[in-house]
């Protein structure tokens, strides 16, 4: 007999069938007992191992168990004959989920997944939730629930719909993943009970409360109950009331609480009402004749299992070599769409421009001329010639077409001119150096090194890329839909969806759908960091090289002049970054007004420090672009205003981007060194002028340091206006530039390479410049000869009218000229600026004069010479130089009874740097064995300033040495002058040799017979005691600082010279006012230092009342101190004495308790009162 497959039948076949068997079975009693599984039959462990499965399937009119007999039943006549054909898994599933037998799929279902044999057609059909929905139809009766059949008697189950996990794909999965677990771990018996007892009412879930609070909450707002809407989503802060997908249900919105009222359910139920139908039944609640007398053993799995593993493994090992193949056609085709951009463009192009800048230097030209080119290439590529990329235009696409690929296929054309329509962009009249330009635009931050990067970066313009586009995006944007959790996922989905956006929004008709969808993508994101803004601003720049200026002015702009006052600061930082980003394809004449007035309004009225930054950033782009002369005052304006920011990362970000922009535009225009750095001069002389009495400083600071940025510049219009410039040559060797030739650039803005467009051209016309300088001369070179003849004097007159004695703008002054002579070179720096200085100071013994001549010596000309020139360049006779000029220096002034300032600021300065130190002790040196006294007193004070920063071996080998020396000079005013010296070695040094060497100095100037009698050396050693004794060692205060000023202030009382009397009790009193801060031991307090207090004490009674009066206060104070002290010391031995007899209590206790044992009652016996 021939096999019959029993699914190979009609349903009207199966009708006919049943109908017979319906009638005998039910005649059957349950004990009769089923007949057992023919030997033949397919299904028995026996024939092909699989495991035994129960099919129950509902009838369509009924779900009783006749239907389910019939259809077992009708499966075993129908198999008996079939022994030799084997019915796969999925050939029953298949027919089941055809013929809508549904429970007896999902049981079926169960039973696989028990034994560890899911299947994919069942999963994929139970995990869909919309083939459960029910569309229309009354609700089901109170004992009923409606199947796809009909209404089906509820049954108890295991499985049953709405304990299936249709949620795991909801923005809840965690929360839904406890609930099954919580659930899973409940008894089947008690969970039948509950589903199928109407009087118990299943607990709420997480997604119901959700669904609930939303509508909850949209009912409030919509009745004006606001406060109570705002008091329960503060109640519910982990919930968006905004939005409907929070919720997490994969279901659209329902209608609010007030339709749910009026309908009363009778058309809406939930999806777990719907879902919640009988799958099956126990084994124990079947009729007798369904099974057979005893169920059949379950074989082993695990070889099942395993061979499940495998053919799943190859499943996806087909999945990915299918994945590989369509990446390698994909490869492919992108190959020969670069092969025929090479072809379309006529020259070849230089290195592509990185991402960084977006653009190649003259992005304002035609942006389509070959995008619809006549002649295709030969085969034409898939997705050739339809996205415009932003990713790596070269200077020669940008030429032809900066907005859309080089050529499209034939089958195109049609697409092409309709929508890559011909582009232009203005091309601002400027010469900036491509190098320039990229690094200008590389402060545009943007990404592109990334899959959505790249997606981004590049907008489709046909209806076939838009397909690929959607092809390649859609998969990675469904994923985060169902999986995406609210605080970790939306923001990344909301990324995905930046190029469909930006896709439609270039492609949409409408321009109220493309304003819209604008709108979104600034809104997308409530407060987007970093990366994100760089994705926003790559799909910015992306859409304006494709839609053209005008498009951008009417479309982009306005979403940025919303934005411009947001709360947020991110959305603020965003709308300064896009101004930036955007300038290249703007119209020039907004670029150059509204533009330049949104970002000159968020300058002056932000507040948040990041976003000034990102507009000044934005305002040097725009400066990059702006041709119009006018607006060179608004700049300057802008210039200023940046610089006085009190933002540290603004003022930087002016350095950085602004001042070199501004600076190239004012070249180009021939302003520079006419107008730009004039202005900043008369402004700094205004600002001497007007500081005689007090300089503001800080506005010093700020145009100098605007004057420092213009150095390069300045540099690279000299170079390129040479007589020379014409002749450089890039052939031949040309020899790398030192690294050291120049200072380190602040930005790549200021490096000298990047202004004059590249290192070789650089290198070459350094070697012209030197030349000229050494052998030719500067005939004809108008910008050089405008440094050396106004620049330089007009420079050294400033600095000679700046205050000598202000340590900052000495050190202000000498690095702008140390960067100018930098910059300039060495040739310049020997020829030009040390003449001019050397001819002002006039250094020369022979012309000294203390009444009028050498005047200029006390200025800050001496100390910004020394530093900021001099100090240049470190070779020898650089050094040499440097040393013979402080030495002159130190000479003339001690020689006319000049003032030291400027030789002191010039120590100070160049002590700052330890490089210097062994420079300045030879300087110093020089000064120990000068014939002149005068010389030598002035190198002891010289050796105060240096003590501090030499190391402490310096000062043991080369500054006591030369100390000593001094102190032992024929001349009483040279060893005076050696005190100060002493006295800042015993507070910085702590070598003890060293402080015993300078103790037994000092000693020797208070103790030796010679000096009783000299005035001027006890009013040093009392003024040295009171500026080092609060910072010395205290054992060397308390030992010989104190007791020496008493014995000075014993002495005073009994001198006879009323003038001497005073100035030693005025000094005095200084001291001792310095020294009273210290912590003076009692003993000290009462034998040295209130006994001098009232020696000092008895002199101002005659000699200054006002002084008496503090003095009284101060000696109070003291012996108050040491009263307490007393009280203190008497406390503390009572205090002691009584923890001693404390701690001889706790040991008494503590021994006592080691000798009991742990017993109870022994423990109790130590707290019981002796009786």
Not at 70 to 82: D, F, K, N, R, Y
Not at 605 to 628: F, H, N, P, T
Not at 1023 to 1044: S, W
């Amino acid at each position: 007999m021939a096999s019959v497959n029993p699914f190979n039948r009609s349903d009207s076949e199966e009708e006919a069938e049943r109908r017979p068997n319906e009638t005998v079975d039910t005649e059957r009693s349950p004990s009769d007992g089923a007949p057992g599984p023919p030997p033949g039959n397919p299904f028995s462990p026996s024939a092909d191992a699989e495991p035994p499965t129960l099919l129950l399937s509902s009838n369509r009119t009924s779900p009783s168990g006749e239907g389910i007999i019939s259809v077992s039943a009708a499966a075993t006549s129908a198999m008996a004959g079939s022994a030799e054909t084997r019915v796969s898994v999925d050939v029953i599933a298949a027919q089941l989920l055809r013929d809508q037998y549904i429970l007896t799929a999902l049981e079926f279902h169960t039973e696989l997944l028990e034994a560890g044999r899911e299947l994919p057609r069942l999963r994929d059909y139970f995990s869909n939730p919309g083939n459960f929905e029910r569309q229309s139809g009354t609700p089901p009766a109170k004992d009923q629930v409606l199947g796809p059949g009909g209404p089906l008697n509820r049954a108890g189950s295991i499985s049953t719909l709405d304990s299936l996990d249709f949620a795991r794909y909801s923005d809840d999965g965690n929360r839904e993943t406890d609930e099954r677990v919580a659930e899973s771990e409940v008894p089947s018996q008690e969970r039948k009970n509950f589903k199928s007892s109407p009087e118990i009412q299943e607990p709420i879930r997480p997604l119901e409360k959700r669904a609930l609070n939303f509508l909850v909450n949209e009912y409030l707002l919509k009745n004006e109950y606001k406060l109570s809407s705002i008091t329960f989503s503060d109640e519910n802060d982990d919930q968006d009331f905004e939005l409907w997908d929070d919720v997490g249900l994969n279901i659209p919105k329902p209608p609010d609480l007030l339709q749910l009222y009026r309908s009363c359910g009778s058309t809406l139920t939930s999806p777990r009402d719907k879902a919640d139908a009988a799958v099956g039944v126990d084994f124990g609640d079947l009729p007798g004749n369904c099974t057979g007398h005893e169920p059949p053993k379950k074989p082993d799995l695990s070889q099942q299992q395993q061979t499940e593993v495998v053919q799943e493994l190859e499943y996806q090992l087909n999945l990915l070599n299918s994945e590989k193949l369509s990446l390698a056609e994909q490869i492919k085709k992108l190959q020969s769409e670069i092969q025929t951009l090479k072809k379309s463009v006529s020259t070849p192009p230089p290195a592509s421009l990185d991402l960084g800048s977006q653009n190649s230097p003259h992005p304002s030209t035609s942006s389509t001329t070959n995008s619809c080119s006549t002649n295709p290439p030969p085969v034409p590529p898939t997705d050739n010639g339809q996205y415009l990329d932003i990713r790596g235009v070269t200077e020669a696409e940008n030429d032809l077409a900066p907005a859309s690929a080089q050529n499209t296929s034939q089958p195109h054309l049609q697409a092409c001119n309709k929508v890559t329509s011909r582009v232009q962009f203005d091309q601002p009249n400027r010469k900036l150096s491509p190098a320039f330009q990229q690094a200008l635009l590389s402060f545009c931050r943007m990404c592109s090194d990334s899959r959505l990067g790249a997606e981004v970066s590049r907008i489709a313009d046909s209806e076939e890329s838009v397909m690929l586009m959607l092809g390649r995006c859609l998969p990675h944007i469904v994923p985060n839909v169902l999986l995406a959790k609210r605080e970790r996922m939306v923001a990344h989905l909301c990324q995905e969806l930046i190029p469909l956006i930006l896709c439609t929004a270039c492609l949409h008709p409408e321009p109220k759908e493309r304003d819209q969808l604008l709108h979104i993508l600034f809104n997308l994101i409530k407060r987007p960091d970093d990366e994100q803004r760089q994705m926003i601003l790559t799909g910015c720049v992306a859409f304006a090289r494709h839609v053209g200026p005008t498009r951008v002015e009417a479309e982009l702009l306005p979403q940025c002049w919303e934005q411009i006052n947001h709360k947020y600061p991110e959305r603020r930082l965003l709308v300064a970054e896009a101004c930036g980003a955007l300038a290249p394809y703007l119209p020039k004449e907004i670029r150059s007004s509204l533009v330049l007035s949104m970002l000159q309004q968020m300058l002056a009225e932000d507040k948040a420090d990041m976003v000034r930054e990102a507009v000044v950033k934005s305002l040097g782009i725009i400066m990059g672009y702006i041709d119009d002369s006018d607006k060179y005052s608004q700049g300057f304006e802008l210039m200023l205003l940046s610089l006085g920011d009190p933002s540290e990362r603004v003022v930087n970000a002016v350095h950085q981007v602004f001042i070199p922009a501004f600076a190239a535009w004012t070249t180009e225009l021939g302003t520079l060194h006419t107008s730009l750095i004039p202005s900043l001069l008369a402004r700094i002389e205004k600002l001497l002028r007007q500081g005689e009495h007090g300089l503001d400083e800080h506005k010093l600071h700020i145009f100098l340091s605007a004057l420092q940025s213009l150095i390069p510049p300045l540099f690279a219009v000299v170079l390129q206006n040479a007589p020379f410039s014409s002749r450089a040559k890039l052939h031949g060797d040309i020899p790398t530039i030192e690294v050291t030739r120049f200072p380190r650039p602040a930005s790549p803005l200021q490096d000298m390479a990047t202004i004059i467009g590249s290192r070789e051209m650089l290198s070459a016309l350094l070697l012209l410049y030197d030349h000229q300088l050494e052998h030719e001369g500067t005939t004809g070179w108008e910008s050089l000869l405008w440094v050396v003849n106004q620049l330089l004097p007009q420079l050294i007159e400033i600095v000679g009218r700046i205050n000598v004695t202000s340590s900052t703008c000495v050190h202000e002054f000498s690095r702008f000229f140390w960067r100018f002579c930098r910059t300039f070179g060495k040739i310049f720096t020997n020829t030009k600026v040390k003449p001019q200085f050397q001819e002002i100071l006039r250094l020369s013994e022979e012309n000294v004069d203390a009444s009028a001549g050498n005047g200029i010596l006390t200025k800050a000309t001496v100390p910004i010479y020394a530093t900021g020139v001099l100090t240049c360049y470190n070779q020898e006779e650089d050094r040499k130089l440097l040393v013979g000029f402080l030495e002159d220096v130190m000479t003339t002034l001690s020689l006319s009874h000049a003032p030291l300032d400027s030789l002191k600021a010039s120590f100070v300065e160049l002590g700052a740097n330890p490089v210097y130190h062994e420079l300045l002790l030879t300087v110093l040196w020089y000064g120990v064995v000068h014939t002149s006294a005068l010389v030598r007193c002035t190198a002891a004070r010289m050796f105060e300033l240096l003590v501090k920063g030499v190391n402490e071996t310096l000062v043991a080998q080369r500054v006591v040495p030369a100390l000593i020396t001094l102190s032992s000079d024929p001349e009483i005013s040279v060893r005076i002058s050696t005190i100060p010296a002493f006295g800042t070695i015993m507070e910085t040094v702590t070598q003890k040799e060293l402080l015993e060497r300078v103790k037994m100095q000092l000693a020797s100037f208070l103790e030796d017979p010679q000096y009783q009698d000299q005035h001027s050396l006890h009013m040093e050693i009392i003024r040295t005691f009171g500026r080092v004794g609060p910072n010395a060692e205290p054992r060397f205060r308390d030992e010989f600082v104190l007791p020496h000023l008493h014995k000075l202030a014993l002495a005073n009382n009994s001198q006879s010279v009323e003038s001497k009397r005073i100035d030693i009790a005025i000094h005095l009193f200084e001291a001792y006012s310095a020294l009273s801060c210290c912590f003076i031991s009692e003993e000290v307090m009462v034998n040295y230092f209130l006994p001098g207090l009232r020696c000092l004490h008895a002199d101002m009674e005659q000699l200054s009342p006002e002084h008496e009066v503090i003095l009284s206060s101060m000696i109070k104070e003291c012996e108050i101190k040491v009263e307490n002290r007393g009280i203190a010391d008497a406390q503390g031995s009572i205090s002691i004495a009584s923890s001693l007899v404390g701690e001889d209590a706790k040991t008494k206790f503590l021994s006592k308790m080691g000798q009991l044992t742990t017993s109870g009652a022994m423990l109790a016996n130590v707290f019981q009162r002796k009786k």
